[in-house]
C-alpha cells in the first residue's frame, strides 16, 4: 500500500486589531524603540482587548475562516488539536469550545502545551492521524493570547510578546507531499529560564503570588537566547541532511519570531538567504504558539506546489524542532 501523508490542504490567520507599538510602551517602561527594534526586530504586537476574551476567540476566528476557505463541512473534520501555553482556563481545553463554536460536532478535541514550539508539537501529532489511515480531516491551532501572562512592568518581557492565532487542515495524500519529516526535542532542565512561577498545582494562586507578580511569564532572556540560537540552528540542519537537503534546495525557511538575530542565526547555519526567510515579526512580535502558522498565512501567495519548507521552533520547556514540509498547493 502507498504510504500516506498528511499534507497542509488550508491555512488561516487571526490577529486582534489593537497594534501596541513600541512609542506605547516607551510610555508604559524604560524601554525606546530604537533597543526594542535592534535587539528584536519588532515595531508593534496585536493585543487581544475587551472584557472576557481569551484564546479561543482568535482560534474561533482562524478555524471559522479556515472552514470557509477550504469549503469544508464543520462536520467533516474528526479533530481538532490546539497548542497553546494561554488557555481560556485551565480546562476544559481550548481546542473543546473551539469545536464547540465553529460547529464541529463530530469531532473531538484537545490541547497541547509545547509553549512556542507547541504548533511544531500539534501538526506532528495531526500527521500522524493522518498518516495512521484512521483521520481524513484534523485541524491544527496555534493560538496565544500573552497579553494575558504578561507582566507590562517587566521591560524584559513586555515588549517581546503578542496576540494572535493561526490553523491548518491537514487531509491525507499518497503523493510526495506534506509533512515529510519532523525532529522534535525537550529538555525540562530549562524551566528555570522560561516559566510561569503561580497559577498551577505547586503554587496556586494567592494573595501572596499575586503580590509577588508571579502570574506572569518569566524569562532569563538572554540564557534562553544562547540555547535558542544553538538548538534551532541544530535542528534545522539535522532535518536538513536527514533528507539530503542543502540550503539551494529551500524555497522557505518558516522560524518561530522570537527574535530576528535567532532567526538570522538559524538561516546562516542552513546556508539559507534572507529573501527565503519568513518574517513578520515586526508587525505580531512574538505570538508563541501562532507564529508559525501566521507565517505561512502571510506568505500563502509565494508558496507554491513542491517548495520544501523548513519550519523551526524554539520555546519554553525547553522545546524546540524542525520540520520538513513539503509544500501541496499552487496559490489560487
Ligand atoms: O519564544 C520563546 C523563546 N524566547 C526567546 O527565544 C527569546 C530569547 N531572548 C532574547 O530574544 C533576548 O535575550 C532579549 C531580546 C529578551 C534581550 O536581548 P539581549 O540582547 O539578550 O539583552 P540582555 O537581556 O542581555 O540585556 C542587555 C541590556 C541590559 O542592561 P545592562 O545590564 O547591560 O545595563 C538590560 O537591562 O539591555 C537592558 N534591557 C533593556 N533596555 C531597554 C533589557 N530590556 C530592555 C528594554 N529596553 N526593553
Known amino acids: 500500500m502507498d504510504k500516506i501523508r498528511a499534507m497542509i490542504t488550508g491555512i488561516q490567520g487571526y490577529v486582534p486589531e489593537y497594534r501596541?507599538?513600541?512609542?506605547?510602551?516607551?510610555?508604559?517602561?524604560?524601554?525606546?524603540?530604537?533597543?526594542i527594534?535592534?535587539?528584536?526586530?519588532?515595531?508593534?504586537?496585536?493585543?487581544?482587548k475587551g472584557e472576557n476574551q481569551g484564546?479561543?476567540?482568535?482560534?474561533?476566528?482562524?478555524?471559522?475562516?479556515?472552514?470557509?476557505?477550504?469549503?469544508?463541512?464543520?462536520?467533516?473534520?474528526e479533530l481538532i488539536i490546539c497548542a497553546t501555553v494561554t488557555p481560556d482556563m485551565p480546562f476544559p481545553a481550548t481546542a473543546n469550545i473551539i469545536a464547540d463554536k465553529?460547529?464541529?460536532?463530530?469531532?473531538?478535541?484537545f490541547d497541547v502545551s509545547a509553549a512556542c514550539s507547541g504548533f511544531l508539537y500539534a501538526l506532528q501529532?495531526?500527521?500522524?492521524?493522518?498518516?495512521?489511515?484512521?483521520?481524513?480531516?484534523?485541524i491544527v491551532v496555534g493560538a496565544d493570547k500573552m497579553s494575558s501572562i504578561v507582566d507590562y512592568q517587566d521591560r524584559t518581557t513586555c515588549i517581546l510578546f503578542g496576540d494572535g492565532a493561526g490553523a491548518v487542515l491537514l487531509e491525507p495524500t499518497t503523493e510526495e507531499f506534506g509533512v515529510m519529516d519532523a525532529i522534535l526535542k525537550a529538555d525540562g532542565s530549562?524551566?528555570?529560564?522560561?516559566?510561569?512561577?503561580?497559577?498551577?498545582?505547586?503554587?496556586?494562586?494567592?494573595?501572596?503570588?499575586?503580590?509577588?507578580?508571579e502570574h506572569y511569564a518569566y524569562q532569563e532572556g538572554s540564557t534562553v537566547f544562547k540555547f535558542a540560537v544553538t538548538n534551532m540552528a541544530d535542528v534545522?540542519?539535522?532535518?536538513?541532511?536527514?533528507?539530503?537537503?542543502q540550503g539551494e534546495d529551500i524555497a522557505w525557511l518558516v522560524p518561530h519570531q522570537a527574535n530576528k538575530r535567532i532567526i538570522d542565526a538559524t538561516a546562516n547555519r542552513m546556508g539559507v538567504g534572507p529573501e527565503k526567510v519568513m518574517m513578520n515579526i515586526e508587525r505580531y512580535g512574538n505570538t508563541t504558539a501562532a507564529t508559525i502558522p501566521l507565517c505561512l498565512w502571510d506568505y500563502e501567495k509565494q508558496l507554491h506546489k513542491g517548495d520544501n519548507l523548513i519550519l523551526a521552533a524554539f520555546g519554553g520547556g525547553f522545546t524546540w524542532g524542525a520540520i520538513y514540509v513539503k509544500w501541496a498547493l499552487d496559490p489560487k
Open 236 to 245: 534545522s540542519a539535522e532535518v536538513m541532511e536527514r533528507n539530503g537537503l
Open 37 to 48: 527594534t535592534s535587539r528584536t526586530g519588532i515595531k508593534e504586537r496585536r493585543i487581544l
Open 55 to 77: 484564546t479561543s476567540v482568535m482560534g474561533i476566528e482562524a478555524v471559522k475562516g479556515l472552514l470557509e476557505k477550504t469549503n469544508t463541512d464543520p462536520l467533516d473534520i
Open 102 to 109: 465553529v460547529g464541529a460536532k463530530n469531532s473531538y478535541s
Open 125 to 138: 501529532l495531526g500527521s500522524q492521524f493522518i498518516q495512521s489511515g484512521t483521520h481524513k480531516k484534523v
Open 190 to 213: 530549562g524551566e528555570p529560564y522560561l516559566h510561569m512561577k503561580a497559577g498551577g498545582s505547586r503554587r496556586p494562586a494567592s494573595h501572596e503570588t499575586i503580590d509577588a507578580r
Open 20 to 35: 501596541l507599538t513600541n512609542k506605547e510602551l516607551e510610555k508604559l517602561v524604560e524601554t525606546n524603540d530604537e533597543w
